[in-house]
């Protein structure tokens, strides 16, 4: 069976006229943390600091409209354009959900669903916001197929985070080069800065990465289990131009860091449960001889 990009549980751009197209929104409170999940594709709009400070980018043109297609399927897949529900019962979680605020959302195919990606599914995801403010999101995706038929797929989150950057812990891997018909490289240097467009899916990464903020000297660090692939992606100027729910001059302030599982498709047989763990939170950057300091951010707890 060929694999699919067809889950895409998001971070994703979201409109900032969306109460056209808001179908649900749920907003929750931790503390003085908050974050806005939207049933219209499971979006995640806002992760707000203990300083109401926004943490995801947010395009000022986004349409919760993809700009490109892969096949008969979106070039994502369909679930992020798809209405989900909540889901009031899910399946006990092991981890601790003790002093967190969360939302569990169910997505599960349509007739229509079925006609363009013929397999019955539970994508169950949870948000959730941790006592230190942090935002986690675990993916959970069931094969529902009656037929006895696996299906196989492809995952990523696509966060977009808010921020002038450098990435550390990507550095030496291997990737894919998206702008380079998907050929393999090797990075080099001792961390990623960005002059120009960049599409890459880095391969078996570390289960954390840190994206430096110079400007606001702040880290996101994002630990990430069941995902072993990190795409980076910024469209750089002509790009951002190009696409219609982008702002000509926002990829100067915004970096897409994907966890994925893009190399190796997860394939489920009937009864299979596939789960993918991301967890997003900011420190302080911390500086060394003038540069931001890696160490303290990827080797601490
Ligand atoms: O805006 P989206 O749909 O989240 O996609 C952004 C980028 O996502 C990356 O995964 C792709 O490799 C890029 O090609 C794509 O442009």
Not at 50 to 64: G, I, P, R, V, Y
Request: hydrophobic share 40%.
């Amino acid at each position: 069976m060929a694999s699919t990009r067809f889950f895409s549980a998001t971070l994703v751009v979201a409109p900032l006229r969306f109460w056209r197209l808001l179908l649900a929104l749920i907003r929750f409170r931790f503390v003085v943390c908050d974050f806005q999940v939207y049933l219209y594709g499971g979006h995640v709009t806002s992760w707000k600091n203990d300083h109401a400070e926004e943490l995801l980018f947010l395009s000022s043109k986004d349409k919760f409209k993809q700009f490109g297609s892969l096949g008969t399927l979106d070039q994502h897949g369909f679930a992020r354009n798809r209405v989900w529900t909540i889901d009031d019962s899910p399946p006990p979680f092991l981890t601790n959900t003790l002093n967190r605020s969360f939302v569990d959302l169910i997505l599960k195919p349509s007739e229509d669903d079925i006609k363009i990606w013929p397999h019955s599914f539970e994508f169950r995801l949870r948000v959730a916001l941790g006592p230190g403010g942090d935002l986690m999101l675990t993916s959970r995706i069931r094969n529902t197929n009656i037929d006895g038929k696996p299906f196989s797929f492809t995952f990523a989150y696509h966060t977009y985070f808010c921020v002038e950057v450098r990435v550390e812990g990507l550095e030496t891997l291997d990737y894919l080069d998206n702008l380079q018909k998907k050929e393999r490289f090797t990075e080099q240097g001792d961390a990623l800065t960005f002059e120009s467009e960049v599409d890459k899916v880095y391969l078996r990464t570390p289960t954390k990465i840190a994206i430096l903020d110079h400007e606001k000297k702040r880290t996101f660090v994002l630990r990430k289990d069941g995902l072993p692939d990190a795409v980076v992606w910024n469209p750089w100027d002509k790009k951002a131009k190009a696409i219609s729910d982008f702002g000509d001059d926002e990829y100067q302030h915004m970096l897409c860091v994907e966890a994925a599982a893009i190399e190796k498709p997860i394939t489920l047989k009937p009864g299979e449960e596939w789960k993918g763990r991301l967890e997003l939170s900011t420190v302080p950057s911390s500086y060394c001889s003038g540069q931001l300091d890696p160490r303290k951010v990827l080797l601490g707890s």
